[in-house]
């Protein structure tokens, strides 16, 4: 999500100096690449970007397509493949062997494939969204990039003439997945499409619960993250660049108030443990994926202890000792740790060295 509000920002900047766009995508991935299905780059007619689509192998060659499309004013696809180990045979050289489908889109004043409003409409949401694209049509001047972000409700579903009930079985199977997919299918007059059924998470929410100066790591972590950051904790001793860098300061008496969803992780970071086992039952209660607390083992066996109804050890989402298992010693360190593990939860991965993963890196759509 950070992205694709990096994105906004240059389309403004650019549009001011009436600067003509495109949006380059990756629409699909086989076998290896850095970058995964959602990546975007805006690339402005003079030849600056923003984002990317790959770890840089790939800019070169979709700035010099991004601008024919901007030229043309029409939307065109660009395939990269090297599976074979070829890489000659596109003039790059690319550093994984994959195939990488680009969807590329230009952006005129009217944004007449509604691009960027559909962009501002995914950071403004709280939730998971899906949006569907057109990535391959018979007749692509009609069809190809066409995009639709989906209404929670689905009742007023439209898109290309297809039936909706087939886009909602489909949608609804890309929410249980949560990873996107890519589908085919026919529209009412006939025409075979290609769909992309795009899964786009919120943006993470951080909790971070205390006051003392190692608030401050963890919140620049999460902010180069992208993540939307809530501290609590008594706002007469917090420094000016916490208020600064977070979303919102609340004091332990407003704990109540802080927003939560799906994606929202709290981290216990106080360093007093009356107020952790003070405040850690109103937590509990939230319901949320992730509740870390710092402190050694005996520190959370003490709490488990005099606690009354809560068996701390058996409840899967919270975590004490909190964080990855790197040798962490510095504030910045913790917090890289922290960081880690929570991304790990919420993308259902271990948190193990990579080179002992058996099988692909990500899971294939």
């Not at 790059?92 to 409409?121: A, H, M, S, W």
Request: hydrophobic share 40%; aromatic share 6%.
């Amino acid at each position: 999500m950070k992205e694709i509000r990096n994105i906004i920002t240059g389309y403004k900047a650019y549009a001011q100096k009436n600067k003509r766009m495109a949006l380059a995508s990756v629409v699909n991935i086989e076998e290896s690449s850095y970058r995964r299905i959602g990546a975007r780059m805006l690339v402005c007619e003079d030849g600056n970007w923003i984002g990317g689509i790959s770890g840089g192998c790939l800019e070169g060659d979709a700035l010099r397509q991004s601008q024919k499309a901007i030229f043309k004013d029409e939307p065109s696809r660009v395939i990269y493949d090297t599976l074979d180990g070829d890489n000659q045979e596109i003039g790059i050289g690319l550093g994984c062997n994959g195939k990488i489908e680009v969807l590329l889109t230009p952006i005129d004043k009217d944004d007449r494939f509604k691009v960027i409003q559909n962009l501002e409409k995914l950071v403004m949401h709280d939730r998971a969204s899906i949006l569907l694209k057109v990535i391959e049509s018979p007749d692509e001047k009609n069809y190809l990039a066409q995009e639709i972000i989906v209404d929670n409700s689905l009742e007023t579903l439209e898109f290309c003439e297809i039936d909706a009930r087939t886009l909602i079985e489909e949608i609804q199977k890309t929410r249980l997945k949560r990873r996107p997919q890519i589908v085919q299918l026919y529209n009412k007059l006939g025409h075979q499409l290609r769909i992309l059924v795009e899964y786009i998470r919120p943006e993470t929410k951080l909790v971070i619960i205390g006051d003392n100066y190692d608030v401050l790591s963890m919140i620049r972590i999460a902010k180069e993250l992208g993540w939307n950051i809530f501290v609590v904790g008594r706002k007469k001793k917090m420094s000016q660049a916490i208020f600064t860098l977070s979303n919102a300061v609340l004091d332990y008496e407003e704990i109540d108030t802080i927003p939560r969803d799906e994606y929202t992780a709290v981290v216990l970071m106080t360093h007093d443990y009356n107020w952790d086992k003070k405040l850690l039952p109103t937590i509990l209660e939230m319901s949320l994926p992730y509740i870390g607390m710092l402190g050694p083992k005996k520190r959370l066996r003490k709490m488990d202890e005099e606690l009354d109804h809560v068996d701390l050890d058996n409840l899967h989402y919270f975590h004490s000792p909190i964080g990855l298992d790197i040798g962490a010693e510095t504030p910045e360190e913790i917090a890289l740790s922290i960081a880690a593990e929570i991304i790990a939860v919420f993308r259902k991965r271990d948190g193990h060295f990579l080179k002992n993963r058996i099988g692909t890196i990500h899971q294939r759509i």
